[in-house]
Nanobody, 120 residues
Framework: VQLQAFGGGQVQAGGSLRLSCTAS????????MGWYRQAPGERRELIAR???????NAADWAKGRFTIPRDNAKNTVYLEMTSLKPEDTNVYYC???????????????WGQGTEVTVSS
């Protein structure tokens, strides 16, 4: 099982960017999926998570600017970012709680980080 994240890059302040993260492998079920970000020397912080049923838990600072749609059929979660600010410059990571085929409980998987740079 692996997660692959795509969509990072450079954008000007006020712009938008969409990240995607797709899970692949011998998957029985994906429970929650989410996005985090981490600056050098800082703790990885939650942006938002979404359950398979669509319930969302998001950081207060992300509400109103970031949304986290999910396509269960494609095993994919997105992070749609708008009104980006220079302080949003970070490495963004996706995470998923995945039950592998033949397993009874889920395990946490991380995608590779994708860099987002917001210029002023």
């Amino acid at each position: 099982v692996q997660l692959q994240a795509f969509g990072g890059g450079q954008v000007q302040a006020g712009g938008s960017l969409r990240l995607s993260c797709t899970a692949s492998g011998t998957i029985f079920r994906i429970n929650s999926m989410g996005w985090y970000r981490q600056a050098p020397g800082e703790r990885r912080e939650l942006i938002a998570r979404i359950t398979s049923g669509g319930s969302i838990n998001a950081a207060d600072w992300a509400k109103g600017r970031f949304t986290i749609p999910r396509d269960n059929a494609k095993n994919t979660v997105y992070l749609e970012m708008t009104s980006l600010k220079p302080e949003d410059t970070n490495v963004y990571y996706c995470n998923a709680d995945i039950v592998r085929s033949g397993a009874y409980v889920g395990s946490s998987y991380w995608g590779q980080g994708t860099e987002v740079t917001v210029s002023s």
